[in-house]
């Protein structure tokens, strides 16, 4: 078998969370076309029912969408369930979900701190650690997390100080799984994407004037696109990546490199 016959998923079962659109979106895309059956779960089950349909029809897998909070401990194990139980296991979790608020540090309210922790960090404690559960009675698997370069650099000029400290907590946070659960056949990677044209940023007024300047400052001029994600997403869940536990993958257009 050729390596790329060798990074199909046929035969895996996975979950996405943060996968009713934007990148969360893409990455399942290329998850089912490379042959896995899916979860969407999402907050926003009717736009997950309408991402699991359209996923469906074009590829041909079994996707199934699932209302969950990934803030909510019981929701979160009760997808795990559903998701083991309609598609019948669970390889791969991509634990995707996320926000942003963009507050000085001296404005920033307690609850949109705390919003932002309990979503970036906390939701990917809870959905990793309940798939690894999982995963390490029932022959192992690989799960990814959405870190970002803010876990790495301070973004400039918008302030989003919960942010940067939660992205950083996802990239440990990953580090320490993968540690505790590399003899046991679980690995735990993250990425960390740059700038990238979702609806994070294209919904947000007070983001979209600044592009120019993040453009300018970019090596490449530009946001990368979720579809640029996809591949380094399909290598982690797969097989062909069995010695990549613990790792942190840039894909920021070298943002981060100077
Ligand atoms: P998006 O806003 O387009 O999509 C996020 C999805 O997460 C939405 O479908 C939303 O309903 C869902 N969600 C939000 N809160 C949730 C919750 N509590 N429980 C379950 N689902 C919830 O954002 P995106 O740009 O696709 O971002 C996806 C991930 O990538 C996030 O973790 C984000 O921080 C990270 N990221 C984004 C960028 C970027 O520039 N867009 C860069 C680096 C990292």
Redesign the pocket.
């Known amino acids: 078998m050729g390596i790329i016959e060798k990074m199909r998923l046929d035969g895996k079962h996975i979950f996405v969370?943060?996968?009713?659109?934007?990148?969360?979106?893409?990455v399942a895309t290329a998850f089912a076309e490379a042959g896995a059956d899916l979860a969407i779960?999402?907050?926003?089950i009717d736009?997950?029912e309408k991402t699991a349909k359209e996923l469906a029809d074009k590829t041909g897998r079994k996707v199934i969408a699932v209302k969950?909070?990934?803030?909510?401990p019981e929701q979160v194990d009760a997808m795990v369930e559903k998701v083991v139980s309609e598609l019948g296991g669970l390889e791969a979790a991509f634990c995707?979900?996320?926000?942003?608020i963009n507050e000085p540090a001296d404005e920033m309210t307690f609850e949109h701190w705390k919003k932002v922790i309990?979503?970036?960090l906390t939701?990917?404690f809870l959905t990793a650690t309940a798939a690894g559960k999982y995963m390490l009675n029932h022959g192992g698997g690989s799960i990814i997390n959405?870190?970002?370069?803010?876990g790495h650099i301070v973004n400039v000029p918008q302030p989003q100080c919960a942010?940067n400290a939660?992205?950083a907590g996802?990239i440990m946070l990953t580090k320490s799984l993968a540690v505790e659960w590399a003899k046991k056949g679980v690995r735990v990677n993250c990425?960390?994407?740059?700038?990238?044209?979702?609806?994070?940023?294209?919904?947000a007024p007070h983001l979209v004037p600044l592009i120019e300047q993040w453009n300018a400052m970019a090596p490449m001029g530009r946001?990368?696109k979720?579809e640029e994600l996809q591949s380094v997403c399909v290598y982690l869940a797969g097989d062909t990546s069995s010695f990549t536990t613990g790792s942190d993958i840039v894909v920021?257009g070298a943002f981060t490199s100077f």
Do not use: F, W
């Open positions: 969370t943060g996968g009713a659109r934007g990148i969360g979106k893409s779960v999402d907050v926003d736009e997950a969950t909070d990934v803030t909510e995707n979900a996320g926000i942003c309990d979503i970036n939701g990917v959405t870190a970002s370069m803010s942010y939660s992205k996802v990425i960390s994407p740059g700038y990238i044209g979702t609806e994070l940023i294209n919904n946001l990368g979720p920021d």
